[in-house]
């Protein structure tokens, strides 16, 4: 029997998992995309208009709408929108804040022509000035900005917590924390592993890496890997996953911050759960989020295919399924136990 998600809990498909297929061009961007919802894997789509548009940053009303129209076609509706906020003029001059919102304003505009509830920038970029002046437009355009963490951004990161005591300050459900599950990792994924050791990483790193991903000693032996320029050159951009794209927090940590979170990225790198390292964190999750009442879009997010050749549409596919059995296990959990708790007797 299939497993429910609590009302409230959309799952959606990120086109980002087609980067291999949108890269290769046998197909236009605009059909790989729209295709997600035709073929039935999800109905509500994230974009990432640098691969979809050709006119991005500044798109086009003629682009945006026609592709609205065949994503409607084909049953589909977007949720959120990938901005992108160029900082630089040149290598060396800066933006002003009215510069930078000139760039963003274009996307903001395209986002809500598309019919997205929402546009994503990586947390703390917009930073407090832009901030104030994007906040009306958000309500005038009916858009929430979801700020991004993921990875080893947990939420005691003191990188990250200027960013998020700003956004709760701000009390505005327009402005939001979207959470990338890299940030949950009990163990690293089985494919990376074996491309590190196709590679040539040192035994007794990599026997680290297997067993102690979690151990603060590994990233240190991570860094002092790097410092020593021991990593082999071939895989020198795939083992910055380890100091940047792949996290160690628990779901618990999350606790804190839930209040001003409204998304979720369901980031996989490959389905290899024997261990429960794909299903575990998800499951995690699900009763978190099952206690505290969450609503939101939770949005499945392939990032093997940086290492892997496998077919998108059936990672996404087998993903989604994966993630709504173990969202749902985990939500289950959360109702039983409030059920007991309801139910326990008084003194």
């Given at each position: ?7 409230g809990?959309?799952?959606a498909a ?7 297929e ?32 050709r ?10 709408g026609?592709?609205r129209s ?14 992108s906020l ?11 804040t009215?510069?930078?919102l ?9 986002a ?10 990586p ?20 858009l929430?900005?979801?700020?991004e963490?993921q ?5 005691r ?39 590190l050791?196709k ?9 680290r ?8 000693a590994?990233?240190d ?8 320029d ?69 949005t ?13 549409t ?13 969202l ?6 959360a ?13």
């Amino acid at each position: 029997m299939e497993t429910l998600l609590p009302s409230g809990w959309t799952m959606a498909a990120s086109a980002f998992n087609w980067t291999p297929e949108i890269i290769a061009s046998e197909r236009t961007s605009a059909e790989i995309v729209t295709g997600i919802a035709k073929a039935g894997i999800a109905t509500v789509v994230e974009l990432e208009p640098g691969l979809l548009w050709r006119t991005f940053p500044a798109p086009q009303d003629q682009e945006v709408g026609a592709f609205r129209s065949a994503m409607e076609a084909a049953g589909g509706s977007v949720s959120i929108v990938g901005c992108s906020l160029d900082d630089y003029l040149t290598t060396t001059a800066r933006r002003t804040t009215a510069q930078r919102l000139e760039f963003l304003l274009p996307q903001l505009k395209a986002a809500h022509r598309v019919g997205a509830t929402g546009v994503r920038l990586p947390i703390g970029q917009a930073g407090p000035e832009l901030l104030k002046l994007v906040q009306p437009l958000l309500h005038d355009l009916d858009l929430v900005l979801f700020e991004e963490i993921q990875g080893q951004q947990h939420p005691r990161n003191p990188q990250v917590l200027p960013a998020l005591d700003h956004i709760s300050s701000l009390d505005d459900d327009r402005i939001r924390v979207l959470v990338d599950i890299s940030m949950l990792m009990p163990a690293l994924p089985v494919t990376y592993l074996e491309e590190l050791a196709k590679a040539g990483v040192a035994a007794d790193l990599l026997a680290r890496l297997e067993t102690d991903w979690k151990d603060p000693a590994t990233h240190d032996a991570v860094v002092t890997a790097l410092r020593s320029d021991v990593v082999p050159p071939a895989i020198h951009t795939l083992f910055m996953n380890l100091v940047i794209r792949f996290g160690r927090s628990d779901a618990s940590e999350l606790k804190g911050i839930l209040p001003l979170v409204g998304a979720f990225h369901l980031k996989f790198w490959d389905l290899q759960d024997t261990d429960g390292r794909v299903s575990r964190p998800l499951q995690q999750l699900g009763r978190l989020l099952g206690e505290e009442g969450f609503a939101g879009t939770l949005t499945s997010e392939w990032g093997g295919h940086e290492w892997l050749q496998d077919d998108p549409t059936g990672m996404t596919r087998r993903h989604l399924e994966l993630a709504k059995d173990a969202l749902g296990t985990g939500a289950a959990a959360a109702t039983a136990n409030a059920g007991g708790r309801a139910g326990s007797p008084t003194m």
